[in-house]
């Protein structure tokens, strides 16, 4: 998983598998936002495959976001 911030933007790059592995780097990923971010986009095609655990990560970064008024992108 590649992470990047630019300007306003977050960008998170997910490849391989999204499961129970991704919830560690996905529950980082904001941890650095500052107020200057507003739009978080999270590229999924490069993703091979996403069971329930990944699903369920993905939501919680979803809400955890939306807290911190962050426009949320999902794509793939």
Do not use: F
């Amino acid at each position: 998983m590649d992470i990047q911030h630019c300007r306003s933007s977050i960008l998170i790059n997910a490849t391989g598998e999204l499961d129970e592995g991704a919830g560690e780097v996905l529950r980082r990923t904001l941890d650095y936002v500052t107020m200057d971010e507003r739009d978080l986009l999270v590229d999924l095609h490069a993703v091979a495959g996403m069971d329930v655990d990944g699903l369920l990560h993905l939501l919680d970064l979803h809400r955890r976001a939306e807290r911190m008024r962050l426009r949320v992108m999902v794509t793939g």
